[in-house]
């Protein structure tokens, strides 16, 4: 749960919440499967959320903003702003996740799940 629920930790200081995970999944690795699993998954949604949502949004505003010159651009706002809503849209993901795994449910990210299931269990 509280691998999940650090991506609220990313609000606070801008990139340590994929640390907690990362502590817990080389801290938990050879004691618990579960939380092994569940830390791994938190760490690689918030790498790639991190990463590729901060160079989609950086990507979008450029083009806004190089095409705002020639006045096309006032099109594109809007998608600027609809990708730059999208870190919003991974932490609430992450919340469900960390809600789920403190009710006891098992929780997979989609596509990442399945991903780290097969190469964590080998």
């Not at 919003?88 to 992450?94: D, E, P």
Request: proline share 3%; net charge positive; charged share 5%.
């Amino acid at each position: 749960m509280i691998s999940h629920l650090s991506v609220l930790l990313n609000l606070v200081t801008g990139i340590l919440g994929p640390v907690v995970p990362l502590i817990l999944y080389l801290s938990y690795k050879d004691r618990s499967r579960y939380v092994a699993y569940q830390s791994l998954q938190a760490l690689i949604f918030q790498l790639v959320w991190w990463v590729g949502g901060g160079v989609l949004v950086g990507i979008a505003w450029t083009i806004t903003g190089v095409l705002s010159a020639i006045l096309i651009g006032l099109i594109c706002i809007p998608f600027a702003i609809l990708f730059s809503a999208l870190p919003l849209v991974a932490l609430v993901y992450g919340v469900i996740a960390g809600v789920q795994t403190s009710q006891g449910q098992d929780f997979k990210y989609w596509l990442i799940g399945d991903w780290v299931r097969s190469t964590y269990t080998g």
